[in-house]
């Protein structure tokens, strides 16, 4: 059986068990599987959180023997300024993080800290970026597969691994062209203001918006075309009071993150993330605060 | 980036291949090459050297990307790597000769913050799987590029043993047998020095040789690299080079200092000998050891 295979962050992550909402992923292998008339299997390896580096770990494995010329890959390219600090903790590399502070020890995190602040740099994550994207261009070429669909999930600098040609590359965002776009006014904290707590959506989007990024990759990966981030999504779809409407959770996002929120006080817990509270990064949002 | 025009040499590494300021005229492997390769094509082949001591693979790969960025090496030139070894960090921007923990007092050309950020990363972050992910992507970008904009194969010299995984079996790249430390550079001192002497005790300063060797074996080495350019065929670096070179007394060996080693720099360092002291490493002196060691 041919294969869907997917490796990214949390724009890709499969649902967790018994949560059967049919996610982007699903569709994109089941529109595939509708226009070559075989079935595909999807075999997804990504994970919250995680960094391109760690992503590419996954790869160098999939690429030594895993992968055939019949099968597809999608890649979710998280942000570059992520870093896998921790072999053991692929889950901890976002600064963003807002308990970044209680998943490692007090060295660790104080190593994680200076790094941030001393070492790491947009033209160092900027080098790594083009080695890692040569890396698939080159095993693509090489072991002659299917050009796999290369999102990005942030904006990046992209430099030269923009126009290698073994790489499709969406056109657009989906952090900015999807995900963001959803919020009634997208500059608000979307966890104090709409979720009042962690973001309750699949991979960070209404499923309303799954039901047409899902059909629109499978078309693209089978007919190698471009995938469209930018035109045809539904934008404003999540209002301040959306969390009232049990219809409105059951059918677009996932009702068990929600009930969580609620269970754990999530609304009344800081959302700040630890490099704001350090100092380290500048907030995201307007009203994000310490 | 101004390059003259015609044929070029780029080469790109750490102190294997870089050139001491004012030291041009001196016959290294690097101005040898570039003179052969010359003298068998009849036109100029213009040596570009980018190569800086004590740099790091990211930062090689930095100026690699920003000619392949701005093609300036085309099908018609020739590319050097002198892979240095890749536990080497390009920590600070401003700094990208201070890459190795293990060799340098670090701790003089930073601030204490910053010397924090790179002991605890070497202590808790840094380690060999992340380095192999690196090397890796490194390695298939070059040969990446090498095949899409169809240039010669680039020759990589391995400075240092390092494990580069399945690189070594990527076609495009041409990979020398040895390595320039282990082959070359060790074997020029007397069969009585441990090899794991300290380099700058036994110099009394800075390596008197340039790039590591004495110039008799520039002279062989320059020889293979232009035959390894030309025929595109596997440079050996194993064998067939002059051992035990540096002789017992070469402190007051004046012929030996003038036809083989760098002798200004040797001057400069027997002439302060009396105040020379061993520097500790910084990594030593702070007893960093990684938590992945």
């Known amino acids: 059986m041919n294969k869907l295979f997917v490796i990214g962050d949390s724009f890709t992550v499969e649902p967790l068990k018994g949560e059967d909402k049919p996610y982007w992923i699903k569709q994109a292998a089941d529109e595939i599987a509708r226009l070559s008339g075989e079935p595909v299997a999807v075999s997804n390896a990504s994970m919250m959180g995680s960094s391109q580096d ?20 999608i890649i979710g390219l998280t942000h570059p300024n992520r870093f896998w600090y921790k072999e053991k903790r692929p889950d901890v590399t976002n ?11 007090k060295e660790e995190t104080r190593a994680v800290e200076l790094y941030m602040r001393h070492i790491q740099r947009p033209l160092l994550d900027t080098i790594h970026l083009q080695n ?63 979720w009042r707590g962690i973001d309750p959506r699949y991979n960070h989007m209404c499923m309303s918006n799954h039901n047409i990024l899902g059909p629109r990759t499978g078309q693209a ?48 817990k800081s959302m700040t993330s630890w490099a704001v509270k350090m100092g380290i990064r500048e907030p995201t949002f307007k009203n994000e605060t310490d | 980036m101004t390059l003259p025009q015609g044929p070029k040499l780029f080469i790109i590494g750490d102190s294997f291949s870089a050139q001491r300021p004012g030291t041009e005229h001196i016959d290294t492997w690097q101005k040898l090459v570039a003179e052969r390769l010359s003298a068998e094509r009849g036109e100029t082949v213009h040596l570009v050297n980018s190569s800086l001591v004590g740099s790091s693979q990211d930062w090689c790969w930095g100026i690699l990307q920003e000619w392949f960025w701005n093609e300036a090496i085309g099908p018609d030139d020739y590319l ?31 601030s204490k913050d910053e010397a924090s950020a790179i002991e605890l990363f070497i202590k808790h972050i840094q380690r060999p799987q992340l380095d192999q992910i690196l090397i890796l992507n490194r390695l298939s970008y070059l040969a990446y590029i090498a095949g899409q904009q ?6 990589l010299i391995k400075c240092f043993e390092q494990d580069v995984y399945v690189a070594d079996t990527f076609e495009e790249l041409n990979w020398a047998k040895g390595t320039l430390f282990d082959d070359i550079q ?31 074996n520039h ?74 060691s």
Request: hydrophobic share 35%; net charge negative.
């Open chain 2, 80 to 110: 050097i790597v002198a892979l240095t070894h890749p536990s080497r960090f390009w920590f600070l921007d401003r700094l990208p000769e201070l890459s190795n923990s293990n060799v340098i007092d670090l701790d003089r050309h930073v």
């Open chain 1, 54 to 73: 760690w992503v590419s770990h996954g790869l160098q494995t999939l690429y030594n023997g895993g992968i055939t010329p019949n099968d597809y890959l």
């Open chain 2, 150 to 155: 169809n240039l010669r194969r680039p020759l």
């Open chain 1, 132 to 194: 890692r994207l040569a890396y698939i261009a080159y095993q693509t070429r090489r072991q002659k597969l299917r050009r796999p669909i290369v999102i990005k999930c942030f904006e990046q600098q992209l430099g030269q691994c923009e126009f290698y040609p073994e790489l499709n590359w969406a056109n657009g965002i989906l952090m900015d062209n999807i995900q963001r776009p959803e919020f009634w006014d997208p500059d608000l904290d979307e966890n104090a203001v709409y």
């Open chain 2, 186 to 216: 060790s074997h020029e001192f007397d069969t009585t020095r441990n090899h794991t002497d300290d380099v700058n005790d036994f110099w009394r300063g800075l390596d008197g040789r340039f790039n590591h060797m004495c110039l008799t």
């Open chain 1, 95 to 105: 600064p963003h993080l807002t308990d970044l502070d209680e998943m490692l020890d």
């Open chain 2, 219 to 292: 002279k062989i080495l320059a020889e293979r690299v232009a035959k390894s350019l030309l025929e595109n065929s596997q440079l050996d670096l194993s064998d067939g080079f002059v051992k035990n070179l540096i002789p017992h007394a070469w402190e007051v060996d004046f012929e030996f200092q003038k036809t083989e080693l760098d002798y200004e720099l040797v001057q400069k360092n027997l002439s302060s000998r009396t105040r020379w002291s061993p520097i500790l490493p910084w990594k030593k002196r702070r007893g960093i050891t990684s938590s992945h």
């Open chain 1, 221 to 268: 990966l089978y007919n190698d075309t471009t995938l469209d981030l930018v035109n045809g999504y539904i934008a404003g779809i999540v209002q301040p009071g959306s969390l009232d409407d049990p219809e409105w959770v059951k059918r677009e996002i996932n009702p068990y993150t929600v009930q969580w929120n609620i269970d754990n006080n999530r609304k009344y």
